[in-house]
């Protein structure tokens, strides 16, 4: 079985704090995502990465950053957080055989910035 | 660029009985895949049924079918025989060929009544 682990189920940062997300996968897939989950917005694409130490932004990338030094390993960084950052982060890993592959979940980030 | 609409923020259904979710999307792609996922309530989110675009024959899994509509772009899923543990926000998503990135809709909660 595919497994993402994520480094918390639930944080709570101060406003300012540099916050990192950190995300696991053990099935060597190249492609590796971060989604931010508000109700009513659906999930929102803030970052992908294809391959390690490559990266796009995908939707909504402003406020983040990302990094990818090894492939099984994706982080999510704020640099400063801010309160409307609050939101549950997903990370996603997916092979590479191009758009039939399904993603695979982590269970999830619940992200509180006061 | 895509888009996927989910109609229905919440639905229910009593056990046992047939449910029909609503999804539309649009894209300019001629090559593209669907999905819909399933998010439990504090659970990991996961795949529930895809279908290619170039593939006539709807998908089905189990108790899980779509209706894949591609004139109309529409892509609704059906559940049948519905289970208390299908209780859960479900997610349409779109994406193009192979390229990496994936549109999902806004969700639609799902409760299955005893």
């Known amino acids: 079985d595919v497994k993402v682990t994520q480094s918390s189920r639930y944080l709570v940062k101060r406003t300012g704090e540099k916050v990192f997300l950190e995300c696991v996968q053990d099935?060597?897939?190249?492609?590796m995502f971060w989604y931010r989950q508000d109700p009513g917005l659906g999930l929102r694409l803030i970052y992908f990465?294809?391959?390690?130490?490559?990266?796009e932004k995908g939707d909504i990338p402003e406020g983040y950053s990302v990094s990818r030094e090894k492939k099984e390993r994706f982080s999510l960084i704020l640099e400063s957080a801010s309160t409307n950052q609050t939101s549950m982060y997903l990370c996603?890993?997916?092979?590479?055989?191009?758009?039939?592959?399904?993603?695979?979940f982590g269970p999830g980030t619940r992200l509180t910035v006061l | 660029a895509q888009t996927v609409t989910q109609s229905q923020p919440e639905m229910s259904v009593q056990e046992a009985e047939t449910v029909t979710l609503s999804c539309t999307y649009d894209?300019?792609?001629?090559?593209?895949?669907l999905f819909w996922y399933k998010q439990p309530p504090s659970r990991q989110m996961i795949l529930v049924i895809r279908?290619?675009?170039?593939?006539?024959q709807n998908a089905t899994e189990n108790r899980f079918s779509v209706n894949f509509q591609k004139a109309a772009k529409s892509f609704s899923l059906k559940i049948s025989d519905s289970q208390l543990g299908d209780t859960a926000m479900y997610f349409c998503?779109?994406?193009?060929?192979?390229?990496?990135?994936?549109?999902f809709g806004i969700g639609t909660k799902l409760q299955v009544i005893p």
């Open positions: 996603a890993s997916r092979g590479s055989r191009g758009g039939w592959n399904t993603q695979y």
């Open positions: 099935m060597d897939h190249e492609n």
């Open positions: 990465s294809y391959d390690v130490k490559m990266k």
């Open positions: 894209t300019s792609e001629s090559n593209y895949y």
């Open positions: 279908q290619e675009a170039y593939k006539q």
């Open positions: 998503a779109s994406n193009s060929g192979g390229y990496q990135k994936v549109t």
